[in-house]
């Protein structure tokens, strides 16, 4: 028998279950958000390649689709690391957890600002391309 930090008695293959379970769900966490990020990637590629082959500028909204799927992954292994820390509670490990949260929260906040940017410029232009229109049309 083991004493949790509760001071609950917990029965040995109890807690080695609970752990086993938590690593498992942790590292399919994980993996999904790699998976999530590495599909953004190369369908972001293929976008980009395409783009270039057709002679077409379509860089800022290939750059947000790249940025959806980023931010994504990035709180999906945010979940993981929460889980692992939960199975194994030490004060270093918390620490690493608050430093990896907050590093992941500053990437993904540099992410979504520079996807409000990119939508930004992407309505200027087509403000700009309707307003040569209206005056090509009055001419």
């Given at each position: 028998?083991?004493?949790?930090?509760?001071n609950?008695i917990?029965?040995?293959a109890?807690?080695?279950?609970?752990?086993?379970?938590?690593?498992?769900?942790a590292?399919?966490?994980?993996?999904?958000?790699?998976?999530?990020?590495?599909?953004?990637?190369?369908?972001?590629a293929?976008?980009?390649?395409?783009?270039?082959?057709?002679?077409?500028?379509?860089?800022?909204?290939?750059r947000?689709?790249l940025?959806?799927?980023?931010?994504?992954?990035?709180?999906f292994?945010v979940?993981?690391?929460?889980?692992?820390?939960?199975?194994?509670?030490?004060?270093?490990?918390?620490g690493?957890?608050?430093?990896?949260?907050?590093?992941?929260t500053?990437?993904?906040?540099?992410l979504?600002?520079?996807?409000?940017?990119?939508?930004?410029g992407?309505?200027?232009?087509?403000?700009?391309?309707?307003?040569?229109?209206?005056?090509?049309?009055?001419?």
């Amino acid at each position: 028998m083991l004493i949790d930090s509760f001071n609950v008695i917990q029965p040995p293959a109890l807690i080695s279950g609970l752990q086993y379970v938590s690593l498992i769900t942790a590292a399919i966490i994980g993996f999904i958000g790699v998976i999530i990020m590495a599909f953004g990637a190369l369908y972001s590629a293929s976008l980009f390649i395409l783009s270039v082959l057709q002679r077409k500028n379509h860089l800022p909204q290939i750059r947000i689709e790249l940025g959806k799927y980023l931010a994504l992954g990035l709180e999906f292994l945010v979940g993981k690391d929460i889980i692992e820390t939960i199975v194994h509670p030490t004060w270093t490990d918390l620490g690493k957890l608050a430093a990896i949260v907050a590093l992941r929260t500053v990437i993904t906040l540099f992410l979504s600002w520079e996807l409000k940017d990119v939508l930004h410029g992407m309505e200027e232009e087509q403000e700009m391309a309707k307003m040569v229109s209206r005056q090509k049309k009055s001419s």
